[in-house]
């Protein structure tokens, strides 16, 4: 939903073969995978539903260890529950994704946290090669993940307090930033996925 074409023109403008599918034997033949996504967590999950990519997706990411990069809302999805239409997600990641706290936000930041922000790594990982502590990247969300085991989490960003703004779990990583839309950061971290 939502930024479908614009992840794609990514891949063409760096001459990596990619498709948009939601085909069961694209899926099965697809060497990664990307879960990308703007809107809502609840039309999100019916979607998936509806589509019937659930199964095939579980066998490829949990079975097969295809690696998966979930953006936006594609990272919310995988978390256990989202309070955006209060519904279960495909649950990859032990969390949830909740709504930002404007008790913690004070007065002056907005919800959604619009523009560009850094990100703080936590630990070392091959996503994130080459890239260094003042890299931009672009952000448009009122939701974030928050995760149960902090091993899951690969960085966080702050916007009035510290949120989770990636997370790996073995082949499953996803960004709460748009590699997309981040310019020559967001051209990096998705040239290191494609070399995983």
């Not at 498709?19 to 697809?30: F, Q």
């Not at 990307?34 to 019937?52: D, F, N, R, S």
């Not at 209060?86 to 959604?112: Q, S």
């Not at 993940?145 to 899951?152: A, G, N, Q």
Request: charged share 20%; with cysteine.
């Amino acid at each position: 939903m939502g930024n479908l074409i614009s992840v794609l023109n990514k891949f063409k403008r760096i001459q990596v073969p990619a498709i948009i599918s939601s085909s069961v034997l694209d899926i099965e033949n697809a060497h990664k995978l990307i879960l990308p996504g703007v809107g809502q967590y609840a039309y999100g999950m019916q979607k998936l539903k509806e589509l019937g990519i659930l199964e095939i997706l579980n066998k490829k990411v949990i079975e097969e260890k295809t690696p998966i990069l979930g953006i936006c809302l594609g990272m919310h999805l995988f978390t256990k529950f989202g309070y955006e239409g209060e519904v279960e997600g495909i649950g990859w990641i032990n969390g949830e994704t909740v709504k930002f706290d404007h008790n913690r936000l004070g007065k002056t930041l907005k919800v959604p946290h619009m523009g560009w922000n850094s990100v703080t790594t936590k630990k070392d990982n091959p996503l994130f090669k080459g890239s260094n502590a003042g890299d931009m990247y672009y952000f448009v969300h009122g939701y974030h993940v928050e995760c149960d085991d902090t091993e899951d989490i690969l960085a966080t960003t702050t916007y009035g307090y510290e949120f989770v703004s990636c997370v790996n779990k073995g082949n499953i990583y996803g960004t709460q930033f748009h590699p997309e839309k981040s310019h020559k950061f967001g051209f990096k971290l998705i040239k290191n996925f494609i070399a995983l």
